[in-house]
């Protein structure tokens, strides 16, 4: 069969992006092909995660691509204000699209556009059609009626100041502003001195934010702080997955054999909707995977991904209390509660490795929503509507 590259990747986001970069590293002979529909790569987001994320050795070859660091992080809480240490990190696209642009080379396409693809093609608008020993597809998540979830909605700011703000760490959950349509919190990260990005932040039924409404906010919020907005940088809009519950064979079964990463293949955290750790981990595997053949590939990403959502069985069952146990407004109670919790607890929350212990002290004593409520919506076992 004719190749012409042993790995096409389809989509330059997070995902694809550390998959190639690693392959890389490991296998610097393949002959390697990104494409992308827009301008540039990567897209315009900012990824975060925590430094316990990850092992040591993938915290060693990620840490190029890191753009900011800190050591500790606040929540903030109508009851409760809490500081925790521990290295929380940022990527920005800018930067992470300037370290694919200088790996890949012209072997990066943007303004490309494609029409169809499958496990070892890819047929371009143009109708050109390109051939590869394995084609990975890391395009987004598709709608499918497989998953219910639920999403976290935000609308970011990059603002430069007319004074420095004062934040040595971020503010990963600032949930004493007005609620509004469901749990709201304010995510404040300081860049520089006097560099901010603020976004406003909903776990809300639906994907969409209104952004007038959301600029709004941020305005009030950067004026209760005291800052003093001067110029507007940039601005991003997300809407990350929030799995309550679901049937991972059938919506694996969609993907028909074709090669998969990030969101596409279901990979993030149920609850946080982080989605770096996941990335890192895939493309730690693939990287070492020889030959990189599309059957290989689609079996190994398949086990992986049905391993994670094994593994995530309990934040799911945490979501559903989130979202379907009491009123939307009063779903902070339930995130104060959690942020009480031992330190040690939170982190292995955030890196989706609870122990059976941590999953008892989570449950244990009332919870902050009407009882009935909590226990049907913990044990739903119901097919999820569609989304």
């Avoid at 990190?89 to 012209?106: K, M, Q, V």
């Avoid at 371009?124 to 390109?130: A, E, I």
Wanted: aromatic share 10%; with cysteine; hydrophobic share 40%.
């Amino acid at each position: 069969m004719r190749t012409d590259y042993d790995v096409i990747l389809v989509g330059a986001g997070l995902a694809n992006g550390l998959i190639a970069l690693r392959l890389r590293q490991s296998q610097p002979q393949l002959r390697l092909l990104m494409l992308e529909r827009e301008s540039a790569p990567a897209g315009n987001h900012t990824w975060s995660f925590h430094r316990d994320d990850l092992s040591d050795d993938q915290f060693r070859w990620i840490a190029p691509y890191i753009s900011h660091q800190w050591p500790g992080y606040q929540v903030r809480f109508p009851a409760l204000h809490r500081t925790f240490t521990g290295g929380y990190c940022t990527i920005t696209s800018e930067a992470f699209a300037r370290h694919l642009t200088d790996a890949l080379g012209d072997n990066l396409w943007t303004h490309c556009s494609v029409q169809r693809v499958t496990p070892e093609s890819v047929t371009l608008t143009d109708n050109r059609t390109l051939h590869a020993a394995a084609v990975i597809d890391g395009r987004g998540l598709q709608a499918t009626p497989h998953l219910q979830r639920g999403y976290q909605a935000f609308v970011g700011q990059e603002w430069q100041l007319t004074a420095p703000h004062g934040l040595t760490q971020p503010i990963l959950m600032d949930a004493t502003v007005n609620q509004q349509q469901g749990y709201r919190f304010v995510y404040t990260l300081p860049l520089t001195p006097e560099r901010l990005l603020i976004e406003d932040t909903h776990y809300i039924n639906t994907p969409s934010l209104a952004p007038r409404a959301a600029r709004e906010n941020i305005q009030a919020y950067a004026q209760q702080q005291g800052w003093q907005l001067d110029r507007l940088l940039r601005e991003e809009h997300g809407s990350l997955p929030i799995t309550l519950s679901g049937d991972h064979r059938l919506f694996w079964q969609e993907q028909r054999g074709q090669p998969c990463s990030g969101l596409r293949a279901g990979l993030f955290h149920a609850t946080t909707g982080y989605s770096l750790p996941s990335a890192v981990s895939l493309a730690d595997h693939i990287a070492h995977m020889q030959p990189l053949s599309a059957a290989a590939l689609a079996q190994h990403t398949a086990q992986f991904a049905a391993a994670q959502w094994r593994s995530q069985r309990f934040f799911r069952q945490l979501n559903r209390m989130l979202f379907l146990a009491g009123k939307p407004e009063q779903r902070w109670q339930v995130m104060q509660r959690f942020y009480r919790l031992d330190a040690g607890l939170i982190s292995r929350f955030y890196a989706g490795q609870l122990r059976l212990s941590d999953k008892a002290r989570i449950l244990c004593g009332k919870p902050p929503v009407p009882v009935g409520e909590a226990l049907r919506a913990l044990f739903m076992t119901s097919s999820p509507r569609k989304t």
